[in-house]
């Protein structure tokens, strides 16, 4: 096995996850086979239990891993399927060792983060990097690893030096560290400073570990100079410092490595060159040059609770993204927390109450993602009620769908305190109840979590037709709460339709309103499995609806079925 550890250094935010990615997609251009980990310092065991304003979205794989944002990045890129142990944390290592611990697998020996935490952590990178992500047989040729955080954090201390083991185990030609550092330009000045990536290096040589190629965030390109004097005092080849500038979108980096030769570099550091073939990102070209030639663009009303970060909603925003694109359009997505929509808003911040609403109007759909909790939940339901009201096209995902349930049993059935067991379990009216097989003790891992079937009722329905008429789908699932099965006769009867059902038949996953242009709700996420290329079948369902494709689209469908 190959490794390619990428590593962080002066502050976090700089794009380590993209980078690591587009590595991974050029190596994965030249034949090779590729898989990816990524290490999180932190001592939560997985990313399920933390606010989305904490560390951005929990990305939900296939198994049902709650991992980081990353691995998104990762699936999204690399079009593989990764599983909850290419997440490594600091909480699961120390679990899994205090566990052998308990067992007696020790045998007496006083347990110490050197040699114990870190061999365990050395055994999990070999063995998960073995386990094939992209529905081949055997391992990949190459484990792209990831280190979160910057070089010289507390936390990470552990993973450095059993890295630094793991490199002098496999030997050098098995092994190539990539530094991710910042190149800033002071405003006064208007010079490039390569002090903060000296020093970031300088504190990475002193624990024992040395890069072999330097991936320098700039807003500009880097100047000569910049390079030579980077090259002199941090130890590394001029044609092995890789320049990752700002870009008009992030497809454009895997070309911008291309274009510097980093996959011939990278392949000679760790004797590839044998067994790989020429670099082929022609998709990848096609992609980038598609999106930056757009001129039409699509308004998308995003009605949520964590707003304020985008990061919250990255899936949501990469799979809009992806939709829009296949339709020959630009995303423009206008932020609307769902609490300015609300009548209280009216009184306390009466500005924002106004311009929250006219964004909502002058928007061509609209899109409540997933949440947690009752806050702004009274601004989502009337997000809900204004787009069925006025055939905006709309798109509920979990919550979201949860929402227009809500809405659409106090709107049409005149259930005033029909509500949500999350918001009001007393309430007399429940439409969504709290999953019988859940926890109410426990936050960690106790959800409707990974991939489950759903079964369409009907192949006379939207959805089905989306999906290119299948009779069901496999989508990731992250919920406690669901729509009440009691409800759902009186529901349907109104003239909601659920469409998709779980293999029970007791959980509604899909609900349409037949008299709408595109009034959608699902209860799982198919945003996880939206791709470059392939985009998830409801959100270019929406954007169809926006831009007046759908009609076509859905008869296009139905004659193929016929």
Same mark, same amino acid.
């Given at each position: 096995?190959?490794?390619?550890?990428?590593?962080?250094?002066?502050? *976090?935010?700089?794009?380590?996850? !993209?980078?690591? *990615?587009?590595?991974?997609?050029?190596?994965?251009? /030249?034949? &090779?086979?590729?898989?990816?980990?990524?290490?999180?310092?932190?001592?939560?065991?997985?990313?399920?239990?933390?606010?989305?304003?904490?560390?951005?979205?929990?990305?939900?794989?296939?198994?049902?891993?709650?991992?980081?944002?990353?691995?998104?990045?990762?699936?999204?890129?690399?079009?593989?399927? &990764?599983?909850?142990?290419?997440?490594?944390?600091?909480?699961?290592?120390?679990?899994?060792?205090?566990?052998?611990?308990?067992?007696?697998?020790?045998?007496?020996?006083?347990?110490?983060?050197?040699?114990?935490?870190?061999?365990?952590?050395?055994?999990?990178?070999?063995?998960?990097?073995?386990?094939?992500?992209? =529905?081949?047989?055997?391992?990949? $040729?190459?484990? !792209?690893?990831? +280190?979160?955080?910057?070089?010289?954090?507390?936390?990470?201390?552990?993973?450095?030096?059993?890295?630094?083991?793991?490199?002098?185990?496999?030997?050098?030609?098995? %092994?190539?560290?990539?530094?991710?550092?910042?190149?800033?330009?002071? =405003?006064?000045?208007?010079?490039?400073?390569?002090?903060?990536?000296?020093?970031?290096?300088?504190?990475?040589?002193?624990?024992?570990?040395?890069?072999? %190629?330097?991936?320098?965030?700039?807003?500009?390109?880097?100047?000569?100079?910049?390079?030579?004097?980077?090259?002199?005092?941090?130890?590394?080849?001029?044609?092995?410092?890789?320049?990752?500038?700002?870009?008009?979108?992030?497809?454009?980096?895997?070309?911008? &490595?291309?274009?510097?030769?980093?996959?011939?570099?990278?392949?000679?550091?760790?004797?590839?060159?044998?067994?790989?073939?020429?670099?082929?990102?022609?998709?990848?070209?096609?992609?980038?040059?598609?999106?930056?030639?757009?001129?039409? #663009?699509?308004?998308?009303?995003?009605?949520?609770?964590?707003?304020?970060?985008?990061?919250?909603?990255?899936?949501?925003?990469?799979?809009?993204?992806?939709? /829009?694109?296949? /339709? *020959?359009?630009?995303?423009?997505?206008?932020?609307?927390?769902? *609490?300015?929509?609300?009548?209280? #808003?009216?009184? #306390?911040?009466?500005?924002?109450?106004?311009?929250?609403?006219?964004?909502?109007?002058?928007?061509?759909?609209?899109?409540?993602?997933?949440?947690?909790?009752?806050?702004?939940?009274?601004?989502?339901? +009337?997000?809900?009620?204004?787009?069925?009201?006025?055939?905006?096209?709309?798109?509920?995902?979990?919550?979201?769908?949860?929402?227009s349930v809500i809405e659409f049993a106090r709107? !049409?059935?005149?259930?005033?305190?029909?509500?949500?067991?999350? %918001?009001?379990?007393?309430?007399?009216?429940?439409?969504v109840i709290f999953m019988p097989e859940g926890?109410?003790?426990?936050? =960690?891992?106790?959800?409707?979590?990974?991939?489950?079937?759903?079964?369409?009722?009907?192949? $006379?329905?939207?959805?089905?037709?989306?999906?290119n008429n299948s009779n069901h789908v496999d989508?990731?699932?992250?919920?406690?709460?669901?729509?009440?099965?009691?409800?759902?006769?009186?529901?349907?009867?109104?003239?909601?339709?659920?469409?998709?059902?779980?293999?029970?038949?007791?959980?509604?996953?899909?609900?349409?309103?037949?008299?709408?242009?595109?009034?959608?709700?699902?209860?799982?996420?198919?945003?996880?499995?939206?791709?470059?290329?392939?985009?998830?079948?409801?959100?270019?369902?929406?954007?169809?609806?926006?831009?007046?494709?759908?009609?076509?689209?859905?008869?296009?469908?139905?004659?193929?079925?016929?």
């Amino acid at each position: 096995m190959k490794y390619v550890l990428v590593t962080g250094g002066v502050v *976090s935010g700089l794009g380590k996850g !993209v980078t690591a *990615s587009s590595i991974g997609v050029v190596l994965k251009a /030249c034949g &090779l086979r590729v898989t990816s980990i990524k290490i999180d310092p932190y001592l939560n065991t997985d990313a399920g239990t933390m606010s989305p304003f904490e560390h951005g979205e929990v990305f939900v794989l296939d198994d049902g891993g709650e991992v980081d944002l990353d691995l998104g990045n990762y699936e999204r890129f690399l079009d593989v399927t &990764l599983t909850r142990d290419n997440n490594i944390t600091t909480g699961k290592i120390y679990q899994s060792v205090l566990e052998k611990e308990r067992k007696g697998d020790y045998l007496g020996k006083t347990v110490q983060v050197v040699p114990h935490i870190t061999d365990a952590i050395k055994d999990w990178i070999e063995l998960v990097s073995l386990t094939p992500v992209d =529905g081949k047989e055997g391992a990949a $040729d190459v484990c !792209v690893i990831e +280190l979160g955080g910057t070089v010289g954090d507390i936390e990470s201390m552990p993973f450095i030096e059993a890295l630094r083991q793991l490199y002098f185990t496999v030997g050098q030609d098995n %092994f190539c560290l990539i530094h991710v550092s910042l190149i800033p330009v002071l =405003g006064v000045v208007g010079e490039q400073k390569t002090k903060p990536t000296q020093h970031s290096v300088r504190e990475l040589r002193a624990l024992g570990l040395t890069p072999h %190629f330097l991936a320098c965030r700039s807003a500009q390109p880097l100047l000569e100079n910049t390079k030579q004097k980077l090259s002199q005092f941090c130890h590394v080849p001029v044609a092995n410092i890789l320049n990752i500038h700002d870009v008009p979108n992030i497809w454009h980096i895997p070309l911008l &490595l291309q274009n510097q030769n980093a996959h011939d570099a990278i392949l000679k550091q760790m004797d590839l060159m044998s067994v790989a073939k020429p670099v082929d990102l022609r998709e990848w070209t096609k992609r980038a040059e598609t999106f930056d030639n757009l001129t039409k #663009s699509v308004r998308i009303a995003m009605v949520g609770k964590y707003v304020g970060l985008t990061d919250s909603y990255l899936s949501v925003v990469k799979a809009l993204l992806h939709a /829009c694109t296949a /339709c *020959s359009f630009k995303p423009s997505i206008d932020w609307i927390a769902a *609490s300015d929509l609300e009548d209280d #808003s009216a009184q #306390s911040a009466p500005e924002a109450y106004a311009t929250a609403w006219k964004t909502l109007r002058g928007a061509a759909c609209v899109l409540v993602p997933g949440g947690f909790g009752d806050r702004g939940v009274k601004g989502m339901i +009337l997000a809900a009620k204004y787009a069925r009201e006025n055939n905006v096209p709309y798109l509920g995902i979990c919550l979201g769908m949860q929402i227009s349930v809500i809405e659409f049993a106090r709107s !049409v059935l005149c259930l005033e305190k029909a509500n949500s067991e999350e %918001f009001d379990p007393q309430t007399p009216d429940l439409v969504v109840i709290f999953m019988p097989e859940g926890s109410k003790t426990h936050m =960690g891992s106790t959800m409707r979590l990974g991939s489950r079937k759903t079964l369409f009722q009907t192949p $006379d329905c939207i959805m089905s037709k989306l999906y290119n008429n299948s009779n069901h789908v496999d989508e990731r699932h992250r919920h406690r709460y669901e729509v009440n099965p009691e409800v759902v006769g009186t529901l349907e009867e109104a003239g909601l339709r659920f469409v998709g059902r779980d293999e029970t038949g007791k959980r509604m996953e899909i609900l349409e309103l037949p008299c709408h242009p595109f009034y959608v709700g699902v209860q799982f996420h198919p945003e996880y499995k939206s791709r470059p290329g392939r985009p998830s079948a409801p959100f270019l369902g929406l954007i169809m609806a926006a831009t007046g494709q759908l009609e076509a689209h859905v008869k296009t469908q139905q004659n193929g079925s016929i």
